[in-house]
């Protein structure tokens, strides 16, 4: 796991530390830098998404997914009730 782990050591993204009810464990976290570099991909990657979308869909579209998943919703119970 060393090898593995060393890249992201060196690059601060993660860091391990020795667990303290077993010397032979070692605990693995992500530094801070490494959970702001995440959230900014979900971030970027959504707001990606959400141009995509809208750029693809008539004003009254994007709320035709919730109707049909309360239809679904709907057909759902009545097949499990059944």
Known sequence: M??????????????????PD????????????CRCWIE???SARQDWQSRALRSRLTPDEPREP?????LLVRLLVWLVED
């Open 22 to 33: 077993d010397g032979r464990r070692t605990l693995l976290s992500l530094t801070p830098s």
């Open 66 to 70: 919730a109707g049909a998943m309360r």
């Open 2 to 19: 060393g090898a593995a782990i060393a890249p992201l050591e060196t690059a601060g993204l993660g860091s391990g530390t020795a667990d």
């Open 40 to 42: 900014q991909a979900r």
